[in-house]
């Protein structure tokens, strides 16, 4: 049987969480023969794992994949060290998959997408959430023309609480110069994919993001988005860090009915008559076309993270299809940094991204980000370690 061999670049809890499904044969086909981090503590405690005797262990991500060791890496440091790992990654020849987001900025991100096409590698994002049996129906009924053309969506997913102690935990975590912005960047990616993966990209934004709203950090907490499609729709997205207890309530409306997926359930409502046509024909005044309510039925699955794992080796090996081909991040990370940027400027932008403009932007902020000594991320971090200087 073929094998993949995986090198994972940042060993912070996700990198720790891939290599123990890697090692716990989660993934077939697939072996880990590198990792690399900056912290020697972390290289150490990957070298303690049973199964890890003899890894190769490299202080930086380059080193690791000029060295010849691995077929494929997982890249799982923070933001703004995606790209470039990805991009030299695909210039020696190596398969990528990348944890989320892509990058901090499209402009990276696309570079980094024209690399990925250079090489003939296969390039992978980790949004696992795709793999959600709910969103995976949800995404199949919209698709379909079942309930017709998209009216309206609206996501409120404010149940991302974090403490204070969560931002302090890490020199880089919630600065310009270090993480690149806040809930958009490091809680909502999965959300922003998945919102475009069902619904489509709209064509305009407006966006409200408060910085440092509930907690003493630079980035933003809170957010509420106003989006409009080139169809007439209109779709608003509110997320925040503060809220507790949080809501997580994905509604879509359409002509002909309804779907909201909450508490892990995916509810559809179907008109007996289109709205469009109803109002049209309707003589009665007060009314509303009779309607039916159902629970959604599913496959059940949901593989998450080891399902992406999975998918990879097989394209890798196999030519078989992505999860989330990588190229697609782009997407979500157009509508976070269209976010910032329309609340930067305070008004309407519309897609595409003036993605000089942003970046300008972004390396003010960056400029002038503020320098934290505290650097106790061994525990809540979730990416490698990082040097605490913009890469932009």
């Known amino acids: 049987m073929a094998v993949l061999r995986m090198g994972v670049i940042g060993v912070g809890n996700m990198g720790t969480s891939h290599i123990r499904w890697i090692l716990d044969g989660d993934v077939p086909g697939m072996e880990l023969v590198a990792v690399a981090d900056q912290k020697q503590s972390r290289l150490d405690h990957v070298r303690a794992l049973p199964g890890c005797e003899g890894i190769a262990c490299f202080a930086e991500g ?6 010849g060791t691995a077929d494929a890496v997982l890249i799982a440091t923070p933001h703004y060290d995606h790209p470039p790992l990805a991009i030299r990654a695909f210039e020696r020849g ?22 990925a096409a250079r090489s003939g590698k296969r390039f992978g994002m980790m949004f696992n959430q795709r793999t959600n049996a709910l969103y995976r129906k949800m995404r199949e009924i919209i698709v379909s023309g079942e309930l017709g053309e998209i009216k309206r969506t609206n996501w ?34 999965h959300n922003l994919d998945l919102w475009q993966w069902i619904c489509g990209m709209p064509v305009s934004i407006r966006a409200f993001c408060r910085e440092g709203a509930w907690h003493d950090i630079e980035v933003e907490d809170d957010v509420t988005c106003y989006a409009t499609y080139a169809n007439g729709a209109t779709g608003v997205f509110i997320t925040s860090t503060g809220d507790t207890p949080g809501t997580d309530r994905f509604e879509v409306l359409m002509d002909k009915g309804k779907l909201v997926a909450e508490n892990g359930v995916l509810t559809m409502t179907k ?46 090996l196999n030519g078989g299809p992505l999860v989330a081909p990588g190229e697609e991040g782009l997407f979500g990370l157009t509508l976070s940094n269209a976010m910032h ?6 008004k309407t932008v519309t897609l595409p991204l003036d993605e000089d403009l942003f970046l300008r932007l972004l390396k003010e902020r960056a400029a002038t980000s503020r320098h934290k000594t505290s650097d106790n991320d061994v525990v809540l971090n979730t990416e490698g370690s990082y040097h605490a200087s913009a890469r932009i």
């Open 271 to 316: 008109l007996a008559m289109g709205e469009k046509e109803f109002s049209a024909t309707y003589t009665g005044g007060f009314g509303e076309p009779e309607r039916t309510v159902s629970v959604v039925e599913t496959d059940g699955q949901n593989l998450q993270h080891v399902g992406v794992l999975r998918a990879f080796v097989d394209a890798a």
């Open 94 to 115: 190596l398969h990528v998959l990348c944890e989320k987001p892509a990058g901090v900025y499209t402009k990276a991100v696309r570079e980094m997408n024209q690399a």
């Open 62 to 67: 380059t080193e690791l994949i000029d060295s």
């Open 341 to 346: 940027l329309s609340s930067w400027l305070d």
């Open 156 to 189: 409120l997913v404010t149940d991302w609480y974090r403490s204070q102690s969560y931002y302090d935990s890490g020199a880089w975590r919630a600065t310009w110069a270090g993480e690149g912005g806040g809930v958009l960047l490091n809680q909502c990616p």
